[in-house]
């Protein structure tokens, strides 16, 4: 998935093919040495709004909503609630169902699910690495 597009999700059979055990190398095949952090950062700023936890709580209230209903519980503008809808979608955490007419919301649960496996595992990560000596 190219820069600044999404968060490194890739559906419901996907994973963001990150080995976080793996230490750090100063420079990786790309010559990149952080691209493998990429899709677990881009997951935590798509969450790092209030409005976008507002609007993940909002959803998880009942099974789906449409946009309407949750600028009715936001104080911001339609056009700022859509473009807010459009970061947690392009990282997998809502889900968009159309019939018809009708858009409708969903959390993503089994998306959530697997960013809290990845950040246990990379928080864990760092617990892990307080023994080992570092040579900077």
Known sequence: MG???????????????VDLADPVVADDEHG???DHFD???????ALGHPARLMIL???????????GDICSTLPLAQSTVSQH?????????????TAG??????????RLTQF???NNAFFESLRDRRGETHTD
Request: net charge positive; charged share 25%.
């Open 116 to 118: 809290l496996g990845e």
């Open 32 to 34: 990149r040495c952080c």
């Open 3 to 17: 820069k600044g597009k999404g968060c490194g999700w890739h559906g419901s059979a996907g994973t963001l093919d």
């Open 57 to 67: 709580k909002k959803l998880s209230s009942q099974s789906s909503h449409c946009c």
């Open 101 to 110: 007419q009708q858009s409708r919301y969903t959390v993503n649960f089994e």
């Open 85 to 97: 809808l459009k970061v947690l979608k392009d990282c997998g955490f809502i889900q968009l169902e």
């Open 39 to 45: 899709p677990l950062a881009r997951a935590f700023k």
